[in-house]
């Protein structure tokens, strides 16, 4: 099963990036208490596996899975609205599955 996820790129109109330098950390931070039922992950120490804050190409993304609209739908309208607010580009992505060696 793959799934759906896209990502928010921290890059200005202009290409420089967005500030501050931790908008990725903050708005993962935000979202950390979303989490699929039975996470065993603390919110207050860990991120929602549905909103990570990653470096793709030197540039600082946050990668949402769009399960998260599944536990919270304004969490979702959150997080794009924020995209949309601050003129930040928003890519659609996909999941490579990871083959085992077994």
Same mark, same amino acid.
């Given at each position: 099963?793959?799934?759906?996820?896209?990502?928010?790129?921290?890059l200005?109109?202009?290409?420089?990036?967005?500030?501050?330098?931790d908008?990725?950390?903050?708005?993962?931070?935000?979202?950390a208490?979303?989490?699929?039922?039975n996470?065993?992950? &603390?919110?207050?120490?860990?991120?929602?596996? #549905? $909103? !990570?804050?990653?470096?793709?190409a030197?540039?600082?993304?946050? =990668?949402?899975?769009?399960?998260?609209? &599944?536990?919270?739908?304004?969490?979702?309208? #959150? $997080? !794009?609205?924020?995209?949309?607010?601050?003129n930040?580009?928003? =890519?659609?992505?996909?999941?490579?599955?990871?083959?085992?060696?077994?």
């Open positions: 099963m793959t799934t759906k996820q896209f990502f928010i790129q921290g200005t109109q202009d290409g420089k990036p967005f500030r501050p330098s908008w990725a950390e903050r708005l993962c931070g935000v979202m208490q979303f989490r699929p039922e996470d065993p992950g &603390d919110p207050r120490f860990t991120y929602s596996p #549905f $909103v !990570k804050p990653v470096i793709i030197g540039t600082k993304c946050v =990668v949402v899975d769009e399960r998260l609209r &599944d536990i919270e739908p304004k969490a979702m309208d #959150f $997080v !794009k609205n924020f995209a949309k607010d601050n930040l580009p928003i =890519v659609e992505a996909c999941e490579i599955p990871i083959k085992s060696n077994n």
